[in-house]
């Protein structure tokens, strides 16, 4: 047997000549022997983190602690456990991150770097109050770290506490004016609370203008898409370099990964394609009202159809009914990204289509490691999803149809057509209710917009003041989305000479009822640069015609789709002026609006705009044509 002065002295040769996994196994062999010596546990575990076995690591410090409760042993050890909560947190365990922290917090109860790490892993577990609390005490022991802030500013923004959302990332850019992303969360939130005035750097347009300079220069800034689609102003060029740079900031580092991972779909003889729908929101959302029964149309004879999904089971009838839609239903909440995509690649789907985009619980990840040989970009992002810096496009495909998307070069990827972009279910209208219940005035004209705040911008709240200027006895009925904006549109109406009376605010409640309100209303007024989407068939469903400005970015086009779709081009406006007009033209031609009711009655009923069977077939036209393009390619 080897002596244990042999062993350490192997071990020291192995590290002098750059060995150090050699080293590490003499170490350990020694140390079974002498389980207890300090100088042995001390180089199995500086080794360890040399070597990243943090895990290990972090079990011989525990052991040296246990023995030498010395601040220099605790210091080794929250190197350890912060180096594995890194590690953790990098690639989705985000419960091996908090436990890390919250271990590393017992030896430095006041680290604000600790606290901060352990803010960030109680939020991305749904741990909001108790993130809250960490990013306090983080701040409380360096108050000049403006990520905390802008941090704490995201997790209060989730929990509906806009005002201190943002306050922090107003803090946040007192200290570093650099913060980008810090800038476009503060100007989102602004947004959502209509909250349009200020004065220099301080006022919205200004920063909106900063923003879209950022876009235009820095490909750093790395600014938020889905937000940046809400922004007056923003073209569809800029769209695409928006989502271009937040793919470079934050997934190109993910392409090595992606081959290392080797995912590679090998076709078996089958006679079905594989189609994965990948999403957060099999839910009570609005995305599952628009492809509830589109799924449930699915051609089961060509075609197997799979789900993979990271959001909340919420318990409803809505995700019930979704959960029995598809062929397999796969809960992936608990699978990092690289573990999803392995999942995905090896059930063998054929094309992923992607649900989420760049919206809220995005994991484009799973998408970024390439687990389908096909991947489509559709639905719950209204645009580009962006590419990366030698030019290959994240997805490969983008579902559009002329209206939406008439022109290539505004997307990364390929264009797919459909003959309407949006799928839709069929609803129910069973609540019947009267205007009464609703604070809504008998005689009265009802102008409404149910889209949420964020979308309402200075120019469309102008001019739907001077219509009800226009319009004696007429009301503006709009969705209560949060009380900072009903104050702050309520402000803005008296300051346009309007009473604030006038602006009714439905609070939100169950979607049947919500539907069924919306009959007591005349006309839909949409909102420009981001239109009305679901909101838009919700509204048309409901018989409640809408009346849009259509833009030139794809979040500006959505709702002209479906009016052209279903024969109401007349409903389109190509400037705020004729929308203004002719919004005047309907309130004040009670004949008119009549009979406009009453087209879009039998349009609905004419149309295929509801036909969740038609819109199946012309999806499953495409997957058809684009995997025999596919394995045409992969022949030559």
């Known amino acids: 047997m080897i002596d244990v002065n042999t062993l350490i ?20 062999q020694a140390l079974v022997r002498y389980p207890n010596e300090t100088n042995l546990l001390i180089a199995c575990g500086n080794l360890c983190v040399k070597l990243q076995h943090f895990e290990k690591a972090i079990t ?3 052991h040296l602690f246990s023995l030498n409760p010395s601040p220099q042993v605790a210091q080794a050890l929250c190197y350890a456990l912060q180096s594995l909560g890194n590690q953790a947190a990098a690639s989705g365990r985000d419960h091996v991150s908090e436990a890390c922290f919250t271990e590393a917090l017992k030896y430095a109860p006041s680290h604000a770097i600790y606290l901060y790490n352990l803010g960030n892993a109680q939020r991305n577990l749904g741990k909001l109050t108790d993130a809250v609390n960490s990013f306090k005490q983080s701040i409380a022991s360096n108050p000049d770290d403006a990520d905390v802030y802008n941090n704490l500013g995201n997790v209060q923004r989730e929990l509906g506490q806009l005002d201190f959302a943002i306050a922090n990332y107003r803090k946040a850019l007192t200290i570093n004016h650099h913060l980008h992303h810090s800038l476009m ?10 909250d349009w005035r ?9 920063q909106i203008l900063a923003i879209r300079a950022l876009v235009n220069s820095n490909p750093h800034a790395a600014i938020a898409p889905f937000a940046f689609l809400a922004l007056p102003g923003t073209t569809a060029a800029e769209q695409k370099l928006c989502a271009n ?23 078996t003889v089958q006679t079905r394609l594989k189609i994965g729908y990948l999403s957060a929101d099999f839910r009570l ?35 019930g009914r979704l959960v029995n839609a598809f062929d397999a239903f796969v809960d992936i909440r608990g ?36 687990p389908a040989p096909i991947q489509i970009n559709w639905l719950g992002f209204p645009g580009t999803m962006g590419a990366f810096s030698d030019g290959t496009p994240l997805f490969d495909y983008i579902l559009v149809d002329e209206i939406v998307g008439p022109e290539d070069d505004a997307f990364s990827e390929k264009r797919l057509l459909l003959p309407c972009y949006q799928p839709n279910s069929r609803r129910v209208l069973s609540t019947i209710t009267t205007k009464n219940d609703h604070h809504l005035p008998d005689d009265g004209f009802v102008f409404c917009c149910f889209n949420q705040s964020f979308k309402i911008t200075p120019a469309i709240f102008a001019v739907w003041m001077r219509l009800l200027a226009k319009v004696p006895n007429s009301v503006l009925w709009l969705l209560a989305c949060n009380p900072w904006a009903k104050a702050n549109l309520e402000k803005e109406a008296e300051l346009a000479g309007i009473d604030q009376t006038r602006l009714i605010f439905a609070e939100r409640t169950a979607s049947e009822a919500h539907l069924a309100r919306q009959q007591h209303a005349d006309l839909f007024l949409d909102t420009l640069p981001y ?21 030139d970015t794809f979040s500006a086009r959505v709702a002209a789709s479906l009016l052209t779709h279903i024969g109401l081009p007349q409903l389109v406006c190509h400037s705020l002026i004729d929308y203004e007009n002719k919004a005047l033209e309907y309130a004040q031609n009670p004949i008119l609006m009549a009979a406009l009711k009453n087209d879009l009655k039998d349009k609905i009923n004419q149309s295929d705009l509801l036909n969740a069977k038609k819109f199946a077939q012309s999806l499953e036209h495409q997957y058809l044509t684009i995997w025999q393009t596919h394995q045409q390619t992969t022949i030559n």
């Open 9 to 28: 002295e192997d071990a020291q040769k192995a590290q002098s000549q750059g060995n150090d996994p050699l080293a590490l196994d003499y170490f350990h």
């Open 60 to 62: 011989h410090f525990r």
């Open 185 to 194: 969360h503060l100007v989102h939130q602004r947004q959502h609370i209509c």
């Open 198 to 206: 200020g004065e220099g750097e301080h006022d919205l347009q200004a």
């Open 245 to 267: 740079h937040y793919v470079a900031q934050h997934y190109q580092s993910l392409v090595k990964q992606r081959h290392q991972l080797l995912l590679a779909n090998k076709k």
């Open 285 to 319: 959302h609005p995305l599952a009202f628009l492809i509830t029964e589109l799924i449930e149309n699915h051609d089961r004879a060509q075609f197997e159809i799979l789900a993979y999904s990271y959001g909340a089971e919420d318990q409803t009838a809505v995700r």
């Open 335 to 370: 699978l990092n990204d690289a573990e999803a995509a392995t999942k995905i690649n090896q059930d063998g789907v054929d094309i992923l289509v992607d649900l989420t985009g760049y919206t809220q619980s995005s994991r484009t990840g799973i998408a970024v490691l390439k």
């Open 531 to 551: 239109n009305a989407h679901t909101t838009a068939s919700d509204a048309l469903s409901a018989g409640l015609p809408v009346l849009t400005c259509m833009g």
